[in-house]
């Protein structure tokens, strides 16, 4: 099974692919909890480049190329061979993060986004999607304070760093997005404390028929 996790800024992804992957853990699946971008060697790199607030000025399509060429490598050293393992793999953001922030964020064309995500994945796309679903006054915030409590300001914030405005249109854009493509996410309310919901999305698979 490969599983993605979706959503605008603080809206609390790293918490719940935790406690999802020890849920798996729980029950006997071996599981590879990975991350985009920086899921390989080489993505390191591009996430360097990506995050850091130095390069404020990247052309939208440079900075599309740079998030699929992270994804083509991700899939191809990473996520495929462990999905051939029998793996079961839970990745905080992929491709549906390239349409909604390269799209819907920055303007250029989702469907061709789409298309483009297909040559960086090679047909392999997501079983289910979760987007955490989160105002980007709240998400924002949480954002911010975490940043400047991990010292990350200064080396990884140049999202952050946009608009509360940009952040509105991340969060509008994965609704339009996730109802499009209706039968693969899951949309849960991640204005709720942790543990409620990680409930939601256990209730969510159930509605789906996950184990
Ligand atoms: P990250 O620190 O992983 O953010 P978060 O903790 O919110 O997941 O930074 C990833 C940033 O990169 C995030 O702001 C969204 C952006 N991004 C894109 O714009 N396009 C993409 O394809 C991906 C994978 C991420």
Redesign the pocket.
């Given at each position: 099974m490969f599983i993605t996790f979706e959503g605008?800024?603080?809206c609390g992804?790293?918490t719940q692919c935790a406690k999802l992957m020890e849920h798996f853990i729980r029950q006997g699946h071996d599981v590879l909890h990975t991350?985009?971008?920086g899921g390989s060697k080489l993505g390191r790199e591009l996430r360097r480049i990506?995050?850091h607030p130095e390069n404020s000025d990247l052309a939208p399509a440079s900075?599309l190329f740079l998030?699929l060429a992270?994804?083509a490598q991700h899939v191809a050293s990473i996520i495929r061979p462990a999905m051939e393992d029998g793996r079961t793999v839970i990745c905080?953001?992929?491709?549906d993060?390239?349409v909604v922030?390269?799209g819907y964020?920055r303007g250029l064309d989702p469907k061709l986004l789409h298309q483009l995500n297909d040559v960086a994945v090679q047909g392999l796309w997501p079983d289910l999607t979760i987007l955490l679903d989160l105002s980007p006054e709240i998400g924002l915030r949480r954002?911010l304070t975490r940043n400047l409590k991990e010292n990350k300001a200064n080396t990884?914030g140049r999202?952050?760093a946009e608009s509360l405005e940009f952040h509105g249109r991340i969060r509008e854009g994965y609704l339009t997005w996730a109802a499009l493509n209706r039968s693969r996410f899951l949309v849960v309310d991640a204005a709720q404390g942790p543990d409620q919901v990680f409930a939601s999305i256990l209730r969510g698979f159930e509605e789906k028929g996950i184990e």
């Open positions: 605008i800024e603080g992804k790293s991350r985009e971008p990506l995050l900075e998030y992270d994804r905080d953001r992929f491709a993060s390239t922030y390269q964020g954002a990884e999202f952050e």
